[in-house]
């Protein structure tokens, strides 16, 4: 497969690799046995649920932080609360101030985690998009340095180091031939799709999008040939719930995004509880989201297609699993 042209390159997914080498976790893969959750093929996890602050976020906070130049004021951001921990906590360590916007659905356990790393937490509007143009409004008083939660070259750079490490990791296991990967904003599927899509050698790893379907931001834009607004809802509306895809991540997923499936809430929540129940692993729904087009049937792999999954969240309350 030729190189795509691309804002994000693979050696800026290199780069961000070693920028961020010792402020970010390798997390493990784990490999499931033969007929886990009723599918046959192989399976392969990549638990980012362990990740610092409880995401892969983390990753593009880092990258961004020590790409750019942070300001007395410190940084700002907009968050449906993964992003924000992942800036709040970044900042944080790296010493800076740090003010987040979340908006009114944002999961109380996400908001208590960005004042537990210190930010000043601002929750406000219905959705993503007005906690975001608030965002923006208190950034033109102060000067603070925004970091986007999905359009941004540094955070989809950062982003992107997970399918190097997932690749990397999975080569003593075989490899694999297919990935799931959730999908809100875009961020961590444009990074991913940079780094697969960019290479000129290397096994081509199928791709797919899986979206909530009552957040099917990719779907639409697929769909109408560029990004568009999207009415959002549902379960992982938290976490997956932006209105549009991100421009820079846009050209990236036509390239190499094989196939974008919408899986209902039922599903979602099918998927964080087999996680639970079979595995002692709490998964928010947006983390959950990826996996549950395997075990649902939506996505049906091919005899001996080897699948990896990406677990990319797990701020979730514990109770709600019990």
Known sequence: MP???SPVRVHEIEAAA???????????LLALESGAFGVESPI??????LQHSGSFKARGAFNSLLSLE????????ASGGNHGAAVAYAAGRLGHRAEIFVPEISAPVKVQRLRDYGAIVHQTGANYGLALAASRLRQAETGALTIHAYDQA?????QGTVAREFERQAMPLGGIDTLLVAVGGGGLIGGIAAWCGGRMNGPRIRLIAVEP????TLHAAFAAGEPVDVAIGGLAADSLGASRVGNLMFPIAQRAVD???LVPDAAIRAAQMALWNNLRLAAEP????ALSALISGIYRPAKGERVGVLLCGGNVDPSTLI
Do not use: N, Q, Y
């Not at 070693?18 to 390798?26: C, F, L, Q, S």
């Not at 942070?70 to 951001?77: F, K, L, M, S, W």
């Open 213 to 216: 379907e009552r957040c099917p």
């Open 70 to 77: 942070v300001p007395e004021a410190g940084v700002i951001a």
């Open 259 to 261: 196939e974008v499936l």
């Open 286 to 289: 947006g983390g959950a989201t």
């Open 44 to 49: 392969v996890l990549k638990l980012e649920s």
């Open 18 to 28: 070693a920028r961020i080498a010792g402020h970010v976790r390798e997390t493990p």
């Open 3 to 5: 190189a795509i042209a």
């Open 154 to 158: 540094e955070v989809l750079a950062g």
